[in-house]
Each structure stands twice: as structure tokens, then as C-alpha cells.
């Protein structure tokens, strides 16, 4: 028997306490940038032409985030004189205008919730982090969330990647095939906005533009608590984070003279 599984027998399996408590564990997330403000019109073209997916706006005098466009590259934080902070946590995911709330479901379902998730052209980065959700750490099954193979039996579909041209009508089918109250879950940055891939020659610019999203998660890829947060988002177990769908982020003010325009 491995050393590993024996520590495990012994001590016990840890599972998180989130939602009941927030995570501390080191590196269980990678955090967001935050929008700087304020910063001159020079910085700010700077931090623009840096970022490669253009998730970094200069509007008003802030260098604004684009959290549905951010992937994750580091490179406004380690490539340039003027870093955008770094904020941590994995509280991330919100409602988009007009999505369903968890209203949709009468509450003695919300503690059982069945999830059908789609690989839409993703790289397995996000796949990756979803599977990890059953895992002992994290384990969903405690909070009522269960995976399913079936859209007939399917609450919540959650997709990742950019929706590849190949996979628009499998997850149109998916989708039409789940019964109602149904709810959509777009889970990383190349299923909210196209991410690297999109709009290509491939993909277009992620899932909305196949069927309608409720919850968005971003990310490249969002650790586990950051997709466990909205699926309790969607569930109305947790509230959804202060952030617009499609639009910038709440900065940090960074005290440095040399900021201000
Ligand atoms: S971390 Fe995000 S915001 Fe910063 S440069 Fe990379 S993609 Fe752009």
C-alpha cells in the first residue's frame, strides 16, 4: 500500500470547510488582477498593450480589468514597472443580466442539483479543475450537487471552452434536451468571451453566443472554489460577486504619486 493512501487511512480525509468557511489553504487559487486607478494616460497605454487578450481598457483614468477576457498570463503584474495589484480569493462568479436566479427552482431542490457538463472545444485546463470538484477535498456531493451524464436529468449545465464551430450543435442539443427550470453555467475565460480562441476561425466569441448564460465564472482556468462558488451562485447559497457581467472590475487605489495623472 502506498505511503499516500496509508497517511490517508490514518489521519482521515480533510475535506474544505468553504462554504461554511472561507478557504486559507495556500494556493488553493491564483487570484484576479484589479482595475489601478488612478493612472496617466502613459501607464495606462502600457498595461494595455501588455495584456493579449485585451481584457485591459484605459477609461477615465483608470486601467480597467476585464475579468471575461483575463487569462490569467501574469504579465500586468510581472512585465511592466507599474504591476497591477493582485487581489486573492475565488469568490468570482456572478449572474448575468436577465439570467435565471435560483428563484427557478422551488428550495427543496436546491440541495440536489444535477450538473451536465459540456467540453465545448476546451483545452483541459477548465475540464481539469471541474473533475477536481469530486475529488475528497473539495467533494460537492456534501453540499447536494451531483454530476450527470444525462441532459433529461440535468439541472445545471456547465461548459467550458470557447465552443469550438464542431460543438455549436451538441451543446444546442444538450441544452434543448434538459427540462426546465434549466440553467447554464459558463465556466473560464474562453467560455465567456472566446478567451485565446475566439472569435478564430474556430470558435466565435464563447458560449452566449450559442444559448443563453445565467452564471459566469471566470478564470483561466478557475480554481475549484471559484466554480463551486457559482454553483452556489446559482443556487442562491451564495451571493454573486460585485463585479458586472461583460464589463470591468472594482480597482484597488495604489497611493504611488507616480499614478496620478
Ligand atoms: S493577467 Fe489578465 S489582465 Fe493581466 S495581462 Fe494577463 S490577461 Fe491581461
Not at 7 to 34: D, F
Not at 141 to 170: E, Q
Request: one cysteine or more; hydrophobic letters at 40%.
Amino acid at each position: 500500500m502506498s505511503p499516500w493512501v496509508l497517511n490517508g487511512l490514518r489521519r482521515g480525509v480533510i475535506t474544505t470547510s468553504y462554504p461554511a468557511h472561507q478557504e486559507a489553504a495556500k494556493g488553493v487559487s491564483p487570484g484576479l488582477p484589479a482595475s489601478l486607478v488612478p493612472v496617466t494616460e502613459e501607464a495606462g497605454r502600457v498595461l494595455e498593450a501588455l495584456c493579449p487578450t485585451g481584457a485591459i481598457s484605459l477609461e477615465r483614468g483608470e486601467a480597467r480589468v476585464d475579468y471575461r477576457r483575463c487569462i490569467h498570463c501574469f504579465r500586468c503584474c510581472r512585465g511592466t514597472d507599474l504591476p497591477l495589484d493582485w487581489k486573492p480569493g475565488y469568490e468570482w462568479a456572478t449572474l448575468t443580466t436577465g439570467g435565471l436566479s435560483a428563484a427557478a427552482w422551488p428550495k427543496a431542490f436546491h440541495k440536489s442539483m444535477h450538473i451536465l457538463v459540456v467540453d465545448a472545444g476546451d483545452c483541459g485546463a477548465c475540464l481539469n479543475e471541474v473533475k477536481q470538484l469530486s475529488n475528497p477535498y473539495y467533494n460537492i456531493h456534501r453540499l447536494g450537487f451531483f454530476i450527470t451524464p444525462t441532459p433529461r436529468k440535468a439541472d445545471i449545465l456547465l461548459v467550458v471552452g470557447p465552443v469550438t464551430d464542431h460543438m455549436r450543435l451538441p451543446l444546442q442539443a444538450a441544452y434543448d434536451a434538459m427540462p426546465t427550470p434549466k440553467l447554464v453555467m459558463a465556466v473560464g475565460a474562453c467560455a465567456l468571451s472566446g478567451g485565446v480562441f475566439g472569435p478564430s476561425f474556430v470558435a466565435r466569441g464563447g458560449v452566449k453566443d450559442v444559448i443563453p448564460v445565467d452564471v459566469e465564472v471566470p478564470g483561466f482556468p478557475p480554481p475549484p472554489l471559484a466554480i463551486l462558488h457559482g454553483l452556489l451562485v446559482a443556487t442562491g447559497r451564495k451571493p454573486p460577486a460585485p463585479w458586472q457581467a461583460g464589463t470591468a472590475v472594482a480597482g484597488s487605489t495604489r497611493p504611488s504619486s507616480a499614478l496620478a495623472g
